[in-house]
């Protein structure tokens, strides 16, 4: 089975501090995603990434950047966090684009 | 740009009743079509999914999703839902060698 792991189940965060999200798969996928999951809203992707050190925007990506120096890691960096970064953060891998297999999801609240 | 629509935020139906969720898609031309479905506190996980041929597809569960081209549609179907049938469920669709869009999500509640 596709494993997708991220490095905190919940999160609590002060306005204005640096904010990182890690995500780990264990399938050696190509692809790999961030999206926040907001009430009403459905999911909306942040960044994602087909290679390694490759990234590119999605539909919402300002206020965040994102890191991948390896295969299996993908990385989610809020760099001054703000109350409305407030969120499910869900991190999902792909061998296409297809089909993605999704974490366990972060549960940020930025105070 | 691709969208998706979904004509339900919030369902309620009685144990044993019938169940469709809509979708719409915006784009005209390839397509892949998904439903995702989450469950309270697990992960977000496919249901089932139309990449080509047979426009009725069967997933797990029961479910079932019907591909109209001429509609732009892909609804979602169950005869008979169960009370472990309470989640959200999500419709999503990409272009070839595109990124997924999903919808914004349907919260389907069963009463036993």
């Known amino acids: 089975d596709v494993k997708v792991t991220q490095s905190s189940r919940y999160l609590v965060k002060r306005t204005g501090e640096k904010v990182f999200l890690e995500c780990v798969q264990d399938m050696d996928h190509e692809n790999m995603f961030w999206y926040r999951q907001d009430p009403g809203l459905g999911l909306r992707l942040i960044y994602f990434s087909y290679d390694v050190k490759m990234k590119e925007k999605g539909d919402i990506p300002e206020g965040y950047s994102v890191s991948r120096e390896k295969k299996e890691r993908f990385s989610l960096i809020l760099e001054s966090a703000s109350t409305n970064q407030t969120s499910m953060y869900l991190c999902?891998?792909?061998?296409?684009?297809?089909?993605?297999?999704f974490g366990p999801g972060t549960r940020l609240t930025v105070t | 740009a691709q969208s998706v629509s979904q004509h339900n935020h919030h369902v309620i139906l009685s144990e044993a009743a019938s169940l469709e969720l809509g979708c719409n898609y915006s784009y005209g031309g390839t397509v892949n079509l998904f439903w995702y479905v989450q469950y309270p506190g697990q992960h977000l996980q496919l249901l089932l999914k139309y990449f080509s041929g047979d426009p009725l597809v069967k997933g797990i569960k029961g479910f079932e999703a019907e591909f109209i081209k001429s509609k732009f549609s892909f609804n979602l179907r169950k005869p008979s839902v169960q009370w472990s049938d309470t989640a959200e469920y999500f419709c999503?669709?990409?272009?070839?060698?595109?990124?997924?869009?999903f919808g914004k999500g349907t919260r389907l509640h069963i009463l036993p």
């Open positions: 999503a669709v990409n272009e070839e060698y595109d990124k997924i869009i």
């Open positions: 999902a891998s792909s061998v296409n684009s297809y089909e993605q297999y």
